[in-house]
Antibody
Framework: QVQLVQSGAEVKKPGASVKVSCKASGYTFTDYNFHWVRQAPGQRLEWMGWISTDNGDTKYSQKFQGRVTFTRDTSASAAYMELSSLRSEDTAVYYC??????????????WGQGTLVTVTT | EIVLTQSPATLSLSPGESATLSCRASQTVSNNLAWYQQKLGQAPRLLIYTASNRDTGIPARFSGSGSGTDFTLTISSLEPEDFAVYYCHQRYYWPNTFGQGTKVEMK
């Protein structure tokens, strides 16, 4: 069965960086791509971007462009999200989500448990 | 960027009633739109893909319709477990986007 296990909660100071990992199991890692989505407390889902697990291509939301980097390690079956220059507004739960194919259409389907990142002085 | 506008923000209904949720895109997204349900403290769950197709295991009371810029999620007879927040999500353009959500709450 597909499982996505994310790294644990983080507390960071403003200006710092955070790196969240998402380890996948139960399938061939490079067969499906990943999205990163965040959700501030009590707020909406916010799409951050996408990474191809096959070749590492990335797409980022303009809101995070320049501050976020997605990477993957195929040998470890893991995807990573690094966000820099953190500010209090970045306090949120960060989710990785693996796509599933529906006749050539791909949507985030399997989700990690979420990683709470708290930015505070 | 495609903006998805969901309405209403909140629906207050009783079990057994039907719910109609709207999602309007600022440009056409063809049929490349999904609906997710999110309960408090949980990750989202995919309900509907390509605007009108129910995912495996999703009850028949959930249905989606629309194409282009106007989409609807209908829950025909609300069960207690359906009270949650619902999001639409487009994958037609980069960057992908989510709507701001509609909360279906118990009256």
């Amino acid at each position: 069965q597909v499982q996505l296990v994310q790294s644990g909660a983080e507390v960071k100071k403003p200006g710092a960086s955070v790196k969240v990992s998402c380890k996948a199991s139960g399938y061939t890692f490079t067969d499906y791509n990943f999205h990163w989505v965040r959700q501030a407390p009590g707020q909406r889902l916010e799409w951050m971007g996408w990474i191809s697990t096959d070749n590492g291509d990335t797409k980022y939301s303009q809101k995070f462009q320049g501050r976020v980097t997605f990477t993957r390690d195929t040998s470890a079956s893991a995807a990573y999200m690094e966000l820099s220059s953190l500010r209090s507004e970045d306090t949120a739960v960060y989710y990785c989500a693996r796509e599933t194919s529906y006749s050539g259409y791909y949507y985030p389907y399997y989700w990690g448990q979420g990683t709470l990142v708290t930015v505070t002085t | 960027e495609i903006v998805l506008t969901q309405s209403p923000a909140t629906l207050s209904l009783s079990p057994g009633e039907s719910a109609t949720l709207s999602c309007r895109a600022s440009q056409t997204v063809s049929n490349n739109l999904a609906w997710y349900q999110q309960k408090l403290g949980q990750a989202p769950r995919l309900l509907i893909y390509t605007a009108s197709n129910r995912d495996t295991g999703i009850p028949a009371r959930f249905s989606g319709s629309g194409s282009g810029t106007d989409f609807t999620l209908t829950i025909s007879s609300l069960e207690p477990e359906d009270f949650a927040v619902y999001y639409c999500h487009q994958r037609y353009y980069w960057p992908n986007t989510f709507g701001q959500g509609t909360k279906v709450e118990m009256k």
